[in-house]
């Protein structure tokens, strides 16, 4: 099981509001990026440093920290927006990284 | 442009070895850490280890860890993973990923498009 821990499925209308959740103890010392994955394509980085938006990531997500929980919201989900999405953190011991199991998105 | 471009996967016996490649354009290795990430069948992301800038410092999943070696050659503007013993749960494909940072990890923002490796009898 991973150390980082994500609802499997979420689902949200279209143009609504959608809060993707992220829970592990390393969370409380260290930020969480987020990654997108849509069917047969690779991972995209869509929030790093807990809430930067790469270049060319729509101002509609963000990324929010609280605790041992960080949080990617997708404010007016769009269609495109129907993926995997990935926590990515440090481990709570060593250097080593660990990815949440991912949570998939439905854009209804 | 930066560019990732995988390559060396394929069917391997369970105890065998392969080296993968990720062929860099765009910038230098030695500015970025740089990652490998695996993906097996219908799973989730895993990642598997990282090199820093200047090569001096790596990183393993425990899962990998004295089986897996990372490296890169600056000269062939290249990253690698040599991959020994491996066992069936290593079936997967494998991205390589450049890092914002250039010492550990900020964020992964350049992928390739993977490239997959099969361990079967």
């Known amino acids: 099981s991973s150390e980082l821990t994500q609802d499997p499925a979420v689902s949200v209308a279209l143009g609504q509001t959608v809060r993707i959740t992220c829970q592990g103890d390393s969370l409380r010392n260290y930020d969480a990026s987020w990654y997108q994955q849509r069917p047969g394509q690779a991972p995209l980085l869509v929030i790093y440093?807990?809430?930067v938006r790469p270049s060319g990531i729509p101002d509609r997500f963000s990324g929010s920290s609280s605790g041992s929980t960080a949080s990617l919201t997708i404010t007016g989900a769009q269609a495109e927006d129907e993926a995997d999405y990935y926590c990515?953190?440090?481990?709570?011991?060593?250097?080593?990284?660990?990815f949440g199991a991912g949570t998939k998105v439905t854009v209804l | 442009e930066v560019q990732l471009v995988e390559s060396g996967g394929g069917v391997v016996q369970p105890g065998g070895s392969l080296r993968l490649s990720c062929g860099v354009s765009g910038f230098t290795l030695d500015d970025y850490a740089m990652h490998w990430v695996r993906q097996a069948p219908g799973k989730g992301l895993e990642w598997v280890s990282l090199?820093?800038?200047?090569?001096?410092?790596?990183y393993y999943a425990d899962s990998v860890k004295g089986r897996f070696t990372i490296s890169r050659d600056t000269s062939k503007n290249s990253l690698y993973l040599q991959m020994s013993s491996l066992r069936t749960d290593d079936t997967a494909l494998y991205y390589c990923a450049k890092d914002l940072d250039t010492y550990y990890y900020y964020g992964m923002d350049v992928w390739g498009q993977g490239t997959t490796v099969t361990v079967s009898s």
């Open positions: 090199i820093s800038g200047d090569g001096s410092t790596t």
């Open positions: 440093d807990k809430n």
């Open positions: 990515n953190s440090r481990h709570s011991h060593g250097e080593a990284l660990v």
